[in-house]
T-cell receptor, first 114, second 112 residues
Framework: KAGVTQTPRYLIKTRGQQVTLSCSPI?????VSWYQQTPGQGLQFLFE???????NKGNFPGRFSGRQFSNSRSEMNVSTLELGDSALYLC?????????????FGPGTRLTVL | QQQVKQSPQSLIVQKGGISIINCAYE??????FPWYQQFPGKGPALLIA?????SEKKEGRFTISFNKSAKQFSLHIMDSQPGDSATYFC???????????FGAGTTVTVRA
């Protein structure tokens, strides 16, 4: 079974621009979560989607948004980029049931904001 | 605020030795405690996880110890190997909640 794929793997943007990152979950998985990883703040939860609905949200400004499509693929968007948005953005997929469920992470998208 | 505190930040161990990483949490609603391993250029991968109804769980060379009253849990890597050199993250969440709170990470270096 193919793992979680994220595109693009690397991205360079300038301040003020916006960016869209994509995540394809493992086949059959319906939950997709997004995390931001930085050296200073570590791994921080952004949001989680299940069946096209946002189920949970972290403490990030409204510039960070996401969505999920009917095939479970997900995108996250960051508008009006700031230097501090430079990070590795990780997506994780899971079956999405209400029990304990392993989250499988993708390799991430490395975003650099200049 | 960091809901899960992890220590040490880094450690060096000789091949065959034991690596110990400690984590403490604040939120008593947490009841799922996974550990993730991350290699450079890769996403985190689940290593082992525990729920508070058991005090210890072992999978191969990896053992989690859990102390509910102290709100602490730890990872022991027995017979450490050079291939174990990676960054390890503890995490916590509520049962059925996909919002993981991660510790800051521990970089483990195993010297041959």
């Amino acid at each position: 079974k193919a793992g979680v794929t994220q595109t693009p793997r690397y991205l360079i943007k300038t301040r003020g621009q916006q960016v869209t990152l994509s995540c394809s979950p493992i086949s059959g998985h319906r939950s997709v979560s997004w995390y931001q990883q930085t050296p200073g703040q570590g791994l921080q939860f952004l949001f989680e989607y299940f069946s096209e609905t946002q189920r949970n949200k972290g403490n990030f400004p409204g510039r960070f948004s996401g969505r999920q499509f009917s095939n479970s693929r997900s995108e996250m968007n960051v508008s009006t980029l700031e230097l501090g948005d430079s990070a590795l953005y990780l997506c994780a997929s899971s079956l999405g049931g209400r029990g304990v469920d392993t989250q499988y992470f993708g390799p991430g998208t490395r975003l650099t904001v200049l | 605020q960091q809901q899960v505190k992890q220590s040490p930040q880094s450690l060096i161990v000789q091949k065959g030795g034991i690596s110990i990483i400690n984590c403490a949490y604040e939120n008593t609603a947490f009841d799922y405690f996974p550990w993730y391993q991350q290699f450079p250029g890769k996403g985190p991968a689940l290593l082992i996880a525990i729920r508070p109804d058991v005090s210890e769980k072992k999978e191969g060379r990896f053992t989690i110890s859990f102390n509910k009253s102290a709100k602490q849990f730890s990872l022991h890597i027995m017979d450490s190997q050079p291939g174990d050199s990676a960054t390890y993250f503890c995490a916590a969440s509520r049962f059925g909640d996909y919002k993981l709170s991660f510790g800051a990470g521990t970089t483990v270096t195993v010297r041959a």
